[in-house]
Structures are given as C-alpha cells and as structure tokens.
C-alpha cells in the first residue's frame, strides 16, 4: 500500500510540472535584421581613342604598329596598348577621362614617347624635357566620346656593327646597350640606357656577332656590350655568383675597345647609317684580383662584405663582388690604377633557395650586406687601398671598420627579379641590384 501511494504521489507531481510548463507562455520572437539596401554605384562612362598610322617617309599606313596611351597627369599611371590593322587604323576604348600621351611603334622608326620617358631615368634639363614633350602627340578622352587623332612616324637612323673577341671569334648572343652621350651635373657618365629599342626588338648580336639598332634618333650616342664574369664553378656561394651574372659584375665593353665609359667612342648620327660601331673584346689583356677582406680592429674576416673596384683617377665603378668568408675574387679587370673599395657586415650572405620542381629562385632578405649593395652612406663606412694592375693580382688586404650590429632576422623571402638596366662603369653610385639565376 504504502508503494502503491508514493507511485501515485509521484504522479501527481509529474502532472502538475507538465501543466505548469505548459501554461507557460512562449517568448517573444525577436525581429530580423534586415540590412539597408545597398547603395549601387554608378558606373563610370568611358572613352575612347581612334585614328590612323602613316609612315613619314613612305605616306605608306603603319600596318600592326604598337600604339601606346600613358596618363599625363598621373605618375606611373597604367598605361593602354593597342595595335594598327592592315589599313593603319586603330581604336582604343574604355579609357578613363584624361589628358593622354599617345605614340605608335614600328621597328625602324622613332618613337619620341621612350625619349621622353627616358627622361625620368637619367639627368635632364628643362630645355630637354620641352623640346621632347612638343615632339610627343597628345589627346584629351572625354566621356562617352572617342577622339580621333593621326599619327606619322618619322623613319630612324641606324647603329650597325659587329662584335669580336680579340681571338677573332665573333661574340655571339651578347647583349647591346644604347646610351645617350649625356653628363649628370656632378660630371659622371650615366648609366642608364636609352630606350630605343622597343620590346619586340632584337638586343642581342647574331651568329658572326652582328648587330643593327633601328629607329634611333638624332643625336650622341655610345654603344657598348656586356658579358656575365660568373666563374664556371658552381659550387661557390649562389648570391655571390648571381651578383656576378648581374649589371653590377657583368663585364661591359664599349665602342671604341674600351672598358671605360667616360673613354668611350662618341657617336654622333643625324638620319643615316653608321656601320662603324664595332667592339673587340680584348680577352687576352684581362686579369684576375683576388684578395681578402678584414675587419680592422679584430683582423678576421667579416660574415660577408661587398667590394668595389673604381677607376682612381674618376671613381667610375669598374665592378662589384661580394666577399665570402672574407675572399673575394674579380676577374677581366683590364690593366688601370684602381681602387679597391670593401664594406663589411655582421650578417652572412643571404641564403638563397632553389625549387628544382618549378625552377623558382628566392633569397632571404637580410638587413646586412644585401642593403649596402646599392647605399650611398655605406661606402662612407668603406676601407680603401690602391692598387695598379699590370696582370694577375693577388694576396690584397682590404681593412674596413666594424661593422653595425645585426639586426633582427627577417624572414621575408623576395622573389628574384629580372636583371635591371643599370650598368657599373658610367657613375661613382652603385645601383639598387636586382639579380638573375645563375645556371645549375
């Protein structure tokens, strides 16, 4: 009896919780949230430029001429290409409002908007930049409208010659380089090359070591070539040798056989050929620097250095190595006074990393020796010697200060670009480098 009355009790109570849960009223359903419309924006009317392509010289249409658009306004603004068809007729659309450069390129003539750009590169007077800037066609794109302009290309000079070795054999494949005879106001060569060429032209010499270059306007001019010194051994630090398949180690040979920028044949063309550019390189007359760089209040070699070689009388950067544990070799110096230039670092050389799956090559940027490369404040840190090559060199001591204390290590990995225009031998600042793979 007495279970039987618990059971039931318990019952009850499970009754009376159902109900009472039952009765109790639902909560409130909370209101969505709806978010405000979405201001839609307004697409933004475009224009377009259209127009045709002569030949100055034939009247003939430029037919698949390269057409270029470059903002004026806008330093470093995207530009817009487009091409001429068969008839010389061009358009080009979706064009944001603007004042515009326009040019055409066509192999064999000149294209005045890559003089004018060259501009930014090099030293330049306003009396320069006026006259070329009168030479470049403009237009202004207006919404929704195309605007019509006409194009005549004047016909270029040519630069023809060929390139030797001084054992007879032609120097085939080698790279040329076109440059203004100009001087920066300090009195130095430049270094940076013209722009000739257009994109699509060969810059290279052929089979017998022949070369042409088209479309070059009036005006001074040196030619030269340039010739990786990378050793054939490749089992030397991979930085060190990419520097020397770089503008900074590459050897660079000049019309008129000279090693020296400031010693090179000037040549001077108005609208005909010159075909009297031809450059030996003298192989047989070059030599080997090897030395060794040292910290001076210690005496030992430092994790990496750069070295320098520059000319004496003009401190024209003849070439740039990197020391490796405290060697440093430099080779095809040609026979002059120099000075041997070196800065140290507490960090060793950047490590350099090749995926042999997809050929991709990056280094660790390090704060070190890698920022010195292209410092102007850090060759105020440098030691100096002299030193007169008349042949092989060797067993040379350069003794620099210490260097700075490292700085944290980064661990930012940089792709390795393509090699950059510059070129040692025309100007006492080392450029910002930028370095190629060197062969496995």
Same mark, same amino acid.
């Not at 990056?362 to 102007?376: E, H, N, P, R």
């Not at 404040?377 to 002299?386: L, N, P």
């Not at 700075?404 to 510059?422: I, L, R, Y």
């Given at each position: 009896?007495?279970?039987?009355? @618990?059971?039931? /009790? &318990?019952?009850?109570?499970?009754?009376?919780?159902?109900?009472?849960?039952? +009765?109790?009223?639902?909560?409130?359903? &909370?209101?969505?949230?709806?978010?405000?419309?979405?201001?839609?924006?307004?697409?933004?009317?475009?224009?377009?430029? *259209?127009?045709? @392509?002569?030949?100055?010289?034939?009247?003939?249409?430029?037919?698949?001429?390269?057409?270029?658009?470059?903002?004026?306004?806008?330093?470093?603004?995207?530009?817009?290409?487009?091409?001429?068809?068969?008839?010389?007729?061009?358009?080009?659309?979706?064009?944001? $409002?603007?004042?515009?450069?326009?040019?055409?390129?066509?192999?064999?003539?000149?294209?005045?908007?890559?003089?004018?750009?060259?501009?930014?590169?090099?030293?330049?007077?306003?009396?320069?930049?006026? =006259?070329?800037?009168?030479?470049?066609?403009?237009?202004?794109?207006?919404?929704?409208?195309?605007?019509?302009?006409?194009?005549?290309?004047?016909?270029?000079?040519?630069?023809?010659?060929?390139?030797?070795?001084?054992?007879?054999?032609?120097?085939?494949?080698?790279?040329?380089?076109?440059?203004?005879?100009?001087?920066?106001? $300090?009195?130095?060569?430049?270094?940076?090359?013209?722009? $000739?060429?257009?994109?699509?032209?060969?810059?290279?010499?052929?089979?017998?070591?022949?070369?042409?270059?088209?479309?070059?306007?009036?005006?001074?001019?040196?030619?030269? =070539?340039?010739?990786?010194?990378?050793?054939?051994?490749? +089992?030397?630090? &991979?930085?060190? /040798? &990419?520097?020397?398949?770089?503008?900074?180690?590459?050897?660079?040979?000049? #019309?008129?056989?000279?090693?020296?920028?400031?010693?090179?044949?000037?040549?001077?063309?108005?609208?005909?050929?010159?075909?009297?550019?031809?450059?030996?390189?003298?192989?047989?007359?070059?030599?080997?620097?090897?030395?060794?760089?040292?910290?001076?209040?210690?005496? $030992?070699?430092?994790?990496?250095?750069?070295?320098?070689?520059?000319?004496?009388?003009?401190?024209?950067?003849?070439?740039?190595?990197?020391?490796?544990?405290? +060697? !440093?070799?430099?080779?095809?110096?040609?026979?002059?006074?120099?000075?041997?230039?070196?800065?140290?670092?507490?960090?060793?050389?950047?490590?350099?990393?090749?995926?042999?799956?997809?050929?991709?090559?990056? !280094?660790? =940027?390090?704060? *070190?020796?890698?920022?010195?490369?292209?410092?102007?404040?850090?060759?105020?840190? #440098?030691?100096?010697?002299?030193?007169?090559?008349? *042949?092989?060199?060797?067993?040379?001591?350069?003794?620099?200060?210490?260097?700075?204390?490292?700085?944290?290590?980064?661990?930012?990995?940089?792709?390795?670009?393509?090699?950059?225009?510059?070129?040692?031998? *025309?100007?006492?600042?080392?450029?910002?480098?930028?370095?190629?793979?060197?062969?496995?």
């Amino acid at each position: 009896m007495l279970a039987r009355a @618990v059971l039931i /009790a &318990m019952l009850s109570l499970a009754a009376s919780f159902t109900c009472y849960s039952q +009765e109790e009223p639902p909560a409130p359903e &909370m209101p969505s949230v709806v978010a405000p419309p979405r201001a839609e924006k307004a697409p933004v009317p475009k224009g377009a430029v *259209g127009g045709t @392509v002569y030949c100055a010289d034939t009247n003939n249409p430029a037919r698949l001429a390269h057409i270029s658009l470059l903002p004026i306004a806008k330093e470093g603004g995207r530009s817009y290409r487009g091409e001429s068809d068969l008839e010389g007729r061009f358009r080009i659309g979706n064009l944001p $409002e603007g004042k515009y450069y326009i040019s055409a390129e066509l192999l064999g003539y000149i294209n005045p908007l890559t003089q004018l750009l060259d501009l930014g590169r090099r030293a330049k007077s306003d009396e320069e930049r006026k =006259v070329l800037e009168a030479r470049v066609t403009t237009v202004y794109v207006s919404s929704s409208q195309v605007a019509s302009v006409a194009l005549r290309l004047e016909r270029g000079a040519e630069i023809d010659g060929t390139v030797l070795y001084d054992d007879g054999s032609p120097a085939v494949g080698v790279h040329l380089i076109l440059r203004p005879n100009t001087r920066s106001p $300090e009195g130095a060569d430049e270094t940076s090359p013209t722009v $000739e060429y257009m994109e699509y032209a060969d810059q290279t010499t052929d089979d017998r070591g022949r070369y042409r270059v088209l479309g070059v306007a009036p005006g001074e001019y040196k030619v030269s =070539v340039e010739l990786s010194t990378a050793t054939g051994e490749h +089992e030397q630090n &991979m930085f060190a /040798a &990419m520097v020397q398949s770089s503008q900074l180690g590459n050897l660079a040979v000049y #019309a008129g056989d000279t090693l020296r920028a400031s010693k090179a044949k000037t040549i001077k063309i108005g609208s005909e050929t010159r075909a009297d550019a031809d450059i030996t390189i003298p192989l047989s007359k070059l030599h080997t620097i090897r030395g060794r760089v040292v910290v001076k209040s210690t005496g $030992e070699a430092p994790p990496s250095g750069i070295v320098r070689l520059l000319y004496a009388d003009t401190r024209e950067v003849a070439r740039v190595a990197m020391a490796v544990d405290g +060697e !440093f070799e430099i080779g095809y110096v040609g026979d002059d006074s120099y000075i041997l230039q070196a800065s140290s670092s507490a960090e060793p050389l950047p490590k350099v990393d090749v995926d042999d799956d997809n050929g991709d090559t990056s !280094f660790v =940027v390090g704060s *070190g020796v890698v920022t010195q490369i292209g410092d102007k404040a850090a060759t105020e840190r #440098a030691g100096e010697i002299g030193v007169l090559v008349h *042949g092989d060199v060797s067993g040379l001591v350069v003794e620099t200060p210490d260097p700075a204390a490292p700085k944290a290590a980064s661990t930012e990995t940089s792709e390795v670009p393509p090699a950059p225009d510059a070129e040692p031998g *025309g100007g006492s600042n080392t450029p910002p480098v930028t370095l190629p793979v060197p062969p496995q």
